[in-house]
């Protein structure tokens, strides 16, 4: 059984029944308009009473269960969709790789490279599908700038779902491969992300479908909450910070909610500080933490094609989440994401995609400037596999 009880908006606080709404915040939604971060982005509430109940009953059960089963638990208790809708292809449970050899001090590493689609995608994607069978809805449309639209049409082939998909033409070769493969319906858009992004809400407007645009529907920021569920139940405890590269800002989102989860069931009581990973060239979430007005970035342009985004959907909530964790925007440049790729890769047997590598090139930063305990617990999200893009692999040799 479900502990989901309905919806809050974020910006207004107005709550919903689970079947009242389906995207944004009637209310709040009401002016915006595309081409700016989304208005209205609502959150998933559950019956934390009952899930802190369930929470301990289970601890009692089982004192020795190990990670797996933790996670197991903890991904059933706190998602809104039912598991039997779940699409027969698992996503997450990913490994946690505690290093020594990266850096001379221990950093853990979560690699959701290894998901189906080889990102962490696949867990937002999962959610969405697993909501299309329990509305018996046959097709699904996503704007991407690749990833995403990889991840929904492995999972839609999984589910037996139409995948409809409005990416850049310029997306990396071997996504667009993956697209393809799976027989999505694929339909490039001569322009930037942001403008695949209008294309697929006005695709939703007028089609008979789900839509799985990166925030708008809300499960894609509860998918994405799964990976800082599976932190706390592999680690044992709270991570202290957690690096996070950063687009349009909903695996932030996602994994905030994790924790603002976990301590409102009272399983928790703080939140780790979360960091936003993002390019010089691609960082309006960074610049609106730092001066509290929002600005579209200037002109994303980035070896980075996942985190390169101009107008970040979830801008709103991802400040928040900065803020509330106590956590910071930190920009990186291509050339330190490249290093921090190759460093990777030679050191610890992972070879991410650069947007990945850019949470390693930000803890850089973060030591040098000092900001790092002592001692602290350190997570760098590796969200995607690097062979997604190996024309962004250069060797000088
Ligand atoms: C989409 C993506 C990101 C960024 O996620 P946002 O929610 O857009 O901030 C990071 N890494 C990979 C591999 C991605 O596919
Ligand atoms: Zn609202």
Not at 48 to 57: G, L, N, S
Not at 159 to 167: D, E, L
Not at 360 to 379: C, H, N, T
Request: some cysteine.
């Amino acid at each position: 059984m479900s502990y989901f009880s309905g919806y809050r908006c974020t910006r207004c606080g107005h709550e919903y029944e689970p079947d009242q709404v389906t995207y944004l915040c009637p209310i709040c939604s009401r002016t915006y308009q595309p081409g700016m971060p989304l208005l209205g982005i609502l959150e998933c509430v559950f019956d934390y009473a009952q899930i802190a109940v369930a929470w301990e009953e289970f601890s009692i059960a089982f004192p020795s269960a190990n990670p797996t089963q933790k996670i197991e638990e903890l991904c059933e208790l706190f998602s809104p969709v039912d598991k039997e809708y779940y699409p027969n292809l698992p996503v997450g449970n990913t490994p946690l790789i505690c290093s020594q050899s990266l850096v001379g001090e221990t950093l853990y590493l979560k690699f959701d490279g290894v998901n189906p689609s080889g990102s962490y995608k696949d867990r937002a994607s999962s959610l969405v599908v697993a909501e299309a069978k329990r509305l018996g809805i046959k097709e699904i449309v996503t704007a991407s700038t690749g990833n995403a639209a990889a991840s929904l049409s492995a999972l839609c082939a999984a589910a037996g779902i139409k995948a409809v998909i409005f990416a850049p033409a310029k997306a990396p070769a071997a996504k667009l491969v993956q697209i393809k493969i799976h027989k999505a319906e694929l339909h490039l858009v001569d322009g930037t992300y942001d403008d695949a992004f209008a294309a697929a809400l006005e695709y939703s407007a007028t089609h008979d479908c789900l839509n799985r645009n990166t925030a708008y529907h809300p499960f894609t920021i509860e998918g994405k909450k799964t990976g800082g569920l599976e932190l706390y139940a592999q680690l044992g405890e709270l991570p202290d910070y957690i690096f996070v590269p950063t687009g349009d800002g909903v695996i932030l989102c996602g994994i905030a909610k994790a924790f603002y989860d976990l301590k409102e069931a009272g399983i928790t009581d703080r939140l780790p500080a979360l960091v936003a990973a993002q390019v010089e060239s691609s960082d309006a979430i960074t610049s609106y933490w730092e001066t509290g007005v929002y600005q579209d970035a200037k002109k994303p342009h980035t070896v980075a094609d996942s985190i390169s985004v101009r107008t970040p959907s979830a801008a709103h909530l991802a400040v928040k989440a900065l803020k509330a964790t106590h956590g910071m925007g930190i920009r990186v440049s291509d050339a330190e994401i490249l290093s921090a790729q190759k460093m990777l890769a030679s050191r610890t047997g992972i070879f991410c995609e650069p947007s990945s590598a850019a949470t390693l090139a930000a803890y850089f930063q973060a030591r040098e400037q000092g900001w790092i305990r002592d001692e602290a617990k350190v997570v760098l999200m590796l969200t995607g596999h690097g062979l997604k893009d190996i024309e962004a692999v250069k060797f000088d040799d």
